[in-house]
DNA sequence: CTCCTGTCCTGCCGGC
DNA sequence: TGCCGGCAGGACAGGA
């Protein structure tokens, strides 16, 4: 459930409290998550410093002093904990990972689910490697913008709903923003992306944009399992229009009809019929 | 090539 | 009350 505004406030929790520290040990309670943690996992990053803390799209980068980078996703039910050196830690169910620095800090790695996955990924090879190489364009970035976004669409023969859930056509969308972008453009999460007008598009991106932006001044959204690094929760979830609201009232237009949900590629899409076309 | 389905996993919730 | 089935879904692999 963490998408980009989630992770985003991920790591800016953890920026202020690891940033310039030292790893002095790792442990890991179990070999693996989705994927096995890397090999020599602890040796690799012992005795390295933390030089940054980056985002691109879902995944964070932690950059180490050593070449290497630490990257976490959170999949579905990740939590990254921040344990301050004058605090105890107490070992949690699902703790799956726990790194130790050297001013007493603890960051812990919990994951109900283990969709999670945590790669050490040499920093000259990111681009090339398999889980980044298809990445598209931050939302943020420039090179995402209406002419972008009508190129990619204009070929594609799939649904606009799986488009934007697509990571290599944009970055950092989910199930929850699609929805909710959709939404706001009044574009049925059931039309095929080719279908989708230049006008459609310039709408679409600063919808994208300020939903994503507002959910990150909101601190994200708190749903079963998204925390922040303090334990606090997002409030984005107050602001949802459509995403888990079944069969409850279009809360923008006076159609007076309830919002729907259908099955595509697996994924639920909340929506209504009568304002989304 | 593009699209779609299956897979991984645990906790929660509704129905009987 | 307890059990069980269904659902939640990010990203990749592999099939159509």
Same mark, same amino acid.
């Given at each position: ?7 985003? *406030?991920?790591? $800016? ?14 442990? $890991? ?7 096995? @943690? ?7 990053? #012992?005795?390295?410093? *933390? =030089? ?14 050593? #070449? ?19 605090? *105890? ?7 799956? !990972? ?6 007493? =800090? *603890? ?12 790669? !050490? ?10 889980? @980044? ?10 090179? @995402?913008?209406?002419?972008? !976004? ?16 697509? #990571? ?15 939404? #706001? ?36 959204? =708190? !749903? ?45 899409? @909340?929506?209504?019929?009568?304002? $989304?076309?």
């Amino acid at each position: 459930m963490p998408e980009l505004p989630e992770v985003e *406030i991920v790591c $800016q929790g953890l920026t202020p409290a690891i940033t310039g520290k030292t790893i002095i040990s790792l442990k $890991q309670n179990r070999p693996d998550l989705r994927v096995p @943690f890397p090999d020599d996992f602890a040796k690799k990053v #012992q005795g390295s410093k *933390i =030089t940054a803390v980056k985002r691109r799209a879902k995944y964070i980068q932690i950059i180490l002093d050593n #070449q290497w980078i630490m990257i976490i996703h959170l999949g579905m039910s990740g939590v990254v904990k921040i344990i301050k050196p004058c605090d *105890i830690y107490e070992k949690k169910k699902h703790d799956h !990972l726990s790194i130790d620095l050297d001013d007493g =800090t *603890i960051i812990a790695l919990n994951d109900p689910r283990r969709f999670g996955m945590v790669l !050490l990924i040499k920093e000259n090879e990111i681009n090339k490697h398999k889980n @980044f190489k298809h990445i598209g364009p931050e939302p943020f970035s420039n090179e @995402f913008n209406d002419k972008y !976004l009508y190129d990619q669409l204009k070929n594609k023969t799939g649904s606009i709903k799986n488009s934007l859930l697509d #990571q290599s056509i944009i970055a950092g969308l989910g199930n929850i923003y699609v929805c909710e972008v959709l939404y #706001q453009t009044s574009i049925s999460p059931l039309r095929k992306s080719n279908k989708i007008t230049k006008k459609e598009c310039e709408n679409l991106v600063p919808a994208i944009i300020d939903t994503l932006k507002k959910a990150i001044q909101a601190g994200g959204s =708190t !749903l079963k399992d998204y925390k922040h690094t303090d334990g606090k929760l997002g409030y984005f979830q107050h602001q949802f229009c459509v995403y888990g609201k079944e069969k409850e009232k279009c809360p923008d237009c006076t159609c007076n009809e309830y919002i729907i949900r259908v099955n595509q590629s697996g994924r639920s899409s @909340f929506y209504c019929a009568k304002k $989304q076309k």
